[in-house]
Nanobody, 125 residues
């Protein structure tokens, strides 16, 4: 079992920045090669935001709508993954979820083994 806990959400103005963190616990996390972030806005389906491979090389993928604004990266600890969000827009308002899977391809296609509970990000214009 893997537990994922998101933190760092909040309410900001358009153009501001936020950094979300995902802290993983559980022995099974060592088998989760890839981690990622998804988001779900009110009335919309959950959508892929970013993914990162935890193996050497650190391959990353981003949804087109966040390229150049969001950065996924390892945190200071081996079980922490960050999502730095810059130049936030009102349309970025959503609940953001951390996710883990055995491959980065699985994360991108939402074949997720473990989900966090989510953290709310609200961007006011």
């Amino acid at each position: 079992q893997v537990d994922l806990a998101e933190s760092g959400g909040g309410t900001v103005q358009a153009g501001d920045s936020l950094r979300l963190s995902c802290t993983a616990s559980g022995r099974a996390f060592s088998s989760s090669i890839a981690v990622g972030w998804f988001r779900q806005a009110p009335g919309k389906e959950r959508e892929f935001v970013a993914a990162m491979s935890r193996t050497s090389g650190g391959l990353v993928y981003y949804a087109d709508f966040v390229k150049g604004r969001f950065t996924i990266s390892p945190g200071n600890a081996v079980n922490v993954i960050n999502l730095k969000m810059d130049s936030l827009k009102s349309e970025d308002t959503a609940v953001y979820y951390c996710a883990a899977a055995t491959t980065i391809g699985a994360v991108k296609s939402a074949r997720i083994d473990y989900w966090g509970r989510g953290t709310q990000v609200t961007v006011s214009s």
